[in-house]
């Protein structure tokens, strides 16, 4: 049976921020069980420690005990005097240990270009294979949400798009100092609604992933739980995490439950018996009181992609009926 993109991604239900300078938050962050971790050189950085913080995150990640986690970078953006050092030192030093680059602050394709060009040339002088490096594009201002379909396409090597809310919420004049919460006087929808829609569409247009941005009340659980609730349920894969306390929440909201796992899981090998000969060619078929069909397989390959890479195993299973 032919698989979606969906179901070839790697797990970044939680993608955890760790600062680039932070020796302590670096040991620590190696313990937890986010899906993805990214040492961060831009907000979390002071100026005068970004040179400092460059080393640090090189012997991090040369020296390992990342398991399986997705390993990243975030560089400073393209209008500050610190992107190709970022770039240059860390991929120079521990390319073979990074799964990708973060660009903050993407707002035309170009600057996308650019850091793609800049890769391969690095790649290249050092025998890495090219495009091994990819590319996580976190959109943070109008200008940027406008391109955004243009961005996920600039390069092979953009693997995700990521709203970043803080700084947008500024681009945009939004009257509220509560990072990811509805502002004061919008009391019908969602003020992020538009945003979060346009960045999940660009993305899936492409076969990228979409990743929600932080919530800076990392004490309150119970309110990040609600608003990664809200990405979640329009179809993004994951949310940055800020806080430890963070991670097991991100974890579970953008993961199936368990019934839904398996049932996709059993709606596609039924679709897959009911159109084979031996399940006599059919377009549509019944599983238990449910009609499936074509439409149904492609909801399910969803669902069961987001299981798998989220490590989920089956804990009921479909049998074709008795001839």
């Known amino acids: 049976m032919t698989s979606d993109a969906s179901t070839q991604l790697r797990a970044r239900r939680s993608c955890l921020a760790v600062p680039g300078s932070s020796q302590k938050f ?3 962050a190696r313990t937890l069980n986010s899906d993805q971790i990214f040492l961060d050189l831009e907000d979390a950085c002071a100026p005068l420690a970004k040179p400092g913080a460059r080393k640090t995150i090189v012997a991090a990640l040369n020296e390992g005990g990342w398991g399986d986690k997705i390993r ?3 560089v400073n953006d393209w209008t500050t005097e610190w992107t190709y050092r970022d770039v240059t030192e860390v991929v120079e030093g521990a390319g073979a240990n990074l799964d990708a680059i973060m660009l903050p602050k993407v707002q035309t394709p170009e600057q996308i270009v650019a850091l793609d060009l800049l890769l391969t040339q690095i790649e290249k002088s050092l025998g ?3 495009g091994k490096i990819g590319i996580e594009a976190q959109i943070e201002n109008a200008l940027g949400l406008i391109n955004v379909d243009k961005i ?3 390069s092979p ?4 798009i990521i709203f970043g809310p803080a700084d947008f919420m500024a681009s945009i004049n939004m009257k509220s100092l509560v990072v990811g919460e509805q502002p004061p006087g919008y009391d019908v929808g969602d003020a992020y609604h538009h945003i979060l829609m346009s960045i999940l569409m660009a993305a899936r247009a492409h076969d990228k992933q979409a990743i929600d941005g932080p919530f800076l009340q990392i004490r309150d659980v119970d309110a990040f739980t609600r608003v990664a609730g809200r990405s979640a349920a329009l179809g993004y894969d994951g949310k940055w995490v800020l806080h430890p306390g963070q991670i097991d929440a991100a974890n579970e909201t953008f993961s199936p439950l368990q019934s839904d796992y398996d049932h996709a899981e059993n709606i596609l090998d039924a ?3 009911f159109t084979s000969e031996a399940g006599g ?4 078929a019944m599983i238990g009181d449910e ?3 074509e439409a149904s397989r492609k909801m399910a390959l969803v669902i069961s992609g987001k299981g798998r890479a989220a490590g989920m195993e089956r804990t009921d299973k479909w049998t074709p009926p008795e001839a």
């Not at 090597?157 to 995700?160: G, N």
């Not at 060619?281 to 549509?284: F, L, P, V």
């Open 271 to 273: 679709y897959e018996y």
């Open 291 to 293: 009609m499936i069909d």
């Open 72 to 74: 990243v970078v975030r």
């Open 152 to 154: 996920a396409t600039a």
């Open 281 to 284: 060619k059919k377009g549509s």
């Open 26 to 28: 670096i040991d620590k």
């Open 128 to 130: 890495y294979e090219v």
């Open 157 to 160: 090597r953009v693997e995700t």
